[in-house]
């Protein structure tokens, strides 16, 4: 039993930024807070957050130019038909097709903030838990740092 607590904890530390990020990012996507829509227009961090969860990319692909282009297919592509359209989405407090969410819906998406941020609030107190009741303060600051550093690293390259 010894032997899985510590693999527990040590896989729990090295995975611990990442559990870190996503409940954070994914929590931002909830609300749809990473894309533009109506007057508003997110922070670069919500954007290059929502990117990296949803694409494991730092710049928002360019949605304008999927598949071929417009001369290919004989018809320009409808500029309303875009998620982030001025005037349509989240803002307006309709979805992508201009209707009003079900209030199950609404209930729903703050129902996942809760999980997100208990998420997010857990993995902090257990990489606190981790860091302050080890045995080896070394290998567990370690593990926390590579946790971080590769996927760093990995966006990087």
């Known amino acids: 039993m010894r032997l899985i607590r510590q693999i527990h904890a040590y896989l729990g530390l090295l995975i611990a930024p990442s559990v870190l990020f996503f409940a954070l990012s994914g929590g931002l996507q909830i609300f749809s807070l990473h894309e533009a829509h109506g007057g508003y227009h997110p922070p670069a961090l919500?954007?290059?957050?929502?990117?990296?969860?949803?694409?494991?990319?730092?710049?928002?692909?360019?949605?304008?130019?999927?598949?071929?282009?417009?001369?290919a297919t004989g018809h320009k592509p409808d500029p309303d038909a875009h998620a982030g359209a001025p005037g349509?989405?989240?803002a307006d407090g309709d979805d992508d097709h201009g209707h009003k969410p079900k209030a199950s819906t609404l209930v729903l998406k703050l129902?996942?903030?809760v999980v997100a941020t208990g998420l997010f609030t857990s993995?902090?107190?257990?990489?606190?838990?981790?860091?302050?009741?080890?045995?080896?303060?070394?290998?567990?600051?370690g593990l926390l740092a590579a946790g971080v550093v590769i996927p760093v690293l990995i966006v990087l390259i």
Do not use: C, M, N, Y
């Not at 993995?123 to 600051?141: C, D, K, Y």
């Open 46 to 71: 919500f954007k290059t957050l929502g990117a990296l969860h949803k694409d494991q990319v730092t710049a928002e692909p360019d949605h304008d130019h999927d598949g071929p282009p417009p001369s």
């Open 88 to 90: 349509k989405g989240a």
């Open 111 to 113: 129902f996942f903030e």
């Open 123 to 141: 993995t902090s107190l257990g990489l606190w838990i981790g860091l302050r009741l080890t045995r080896t303060p070394r290998l567990s600051w």
